[in-house]
């Protein structure tokens, strides 16, 4: 699990023009600790959708918490973004999620596979 999981930290530390959209501070923190540098903004508890200029021209990555409430937010943001034609990248949050087969709940847990 944690070669597959380092390997898809280390291609999305490559990602061109990514925004990374994630539930809370400690998602923030964890990916930092990762080695991270993406604008990441948090998007639990607001109305994100109101301003969506930050988003255009951006490889919108979604990565919200694999628990009840992250896949709901998940599919909540998903959906608004491809409404409004935005195609955000799944990619990662469906690999995270698969590799680390349930054993991570959160984000945040994603720091434990840092240095």
């Given at each position: ?27 923030v ?40 409430n ?41 720091s434990?596979?840092?240095?």
């Amino acid at each position: 699990m944690k070669e597959n999981v380092l390997t898809l930290i280390e291609s999305l530390k490559k990602e061109e023009s990514a925004i990374i959209l994630v539930e809370g501070q400690r998602d923030v923190v964890a990916l930092r600790k990762l080695g991270i540098n993406h604008d990441i903004k948090k998007i639990s508890g607001k109305r994100v959708f109101d301003d969506l200029s930050f988003l255009k021209g951006k490889n919108v990555i979604i990565l919200t918490d694999f628990d009840r409430n992250g896949r709901a937010l998940f599919k909540r943001i998903r959906n608004e973004l491809e409404v409004m034609g935005f195609s955000p990248n799944v990619y990662y949050w469906q690999q995270l999620k698969n590799a680390t087969k349930g054993q991570i709940k959160g984000i945040e847990e994603l720091s434990q596979f840092s240095g």
